[in-house]
């Protein structure tokens, strides 16, 4: 996911102001966080990086909230591309600015989840399908397993 991509779907996430998910004093976090963020992206971009305006506490509670969110609650699609494009932003910014590594296994892992999610997902779909399937073949028995069934029966029944 390209920077402007992940800023982007962070921006309009967090301008919803998205209540079903986070309260106010949450998403005044992630939004502390973010600018954060792309402060030190436009001070990357500009040459002038300033170690003193890192606040790793923010950073570190944003994660954290999040990847509770994502182990407790249930999560729509559109918190999935949130998740995933936060976790894109913090996960690149730490490894520029802070090289943490409890916020970055925290952003792999939030990522793993949404994309075991995702998976499990794709594997209901196709289940209903194969279901729905078996369901359409069930009552049809080619005329060899019927003769099978006799065969067998007769066996039976001279035991």
Known sequence: MELNEAKEIVEIFLKSGNKLVFNNKEIELLKGCFHMIMYHVYLLENDTMVKGLIDVKLA?????????????????????????????????????????????????????????????????????????????????????FDISKAYLEKLLEEK
């Open 60 to 144: 570190e509670d944003s994660i954290r909230m999040i990847s509770t969110k994502v182990l407790n609650e249930g999560i729509s699609n559109d918190f999935c591309v949130f998740v995933k494009a936060f976790c894109n932003l913090l996960y690149n910014w730490n490894n520029n600015v802070l090289e943490n590594k409890d916020i970055e296994l925290l952003c792999i892992f939030n990522g793993k989840i949404i994309d075991i999610r995702n998976n499990m997902l794709k594997t209901i779909d196709v289940m209903k399908d194969v279901y729905e399937h078996y369901k359409d073949l069930a009552g049809w028995m080619p005329p060899a």
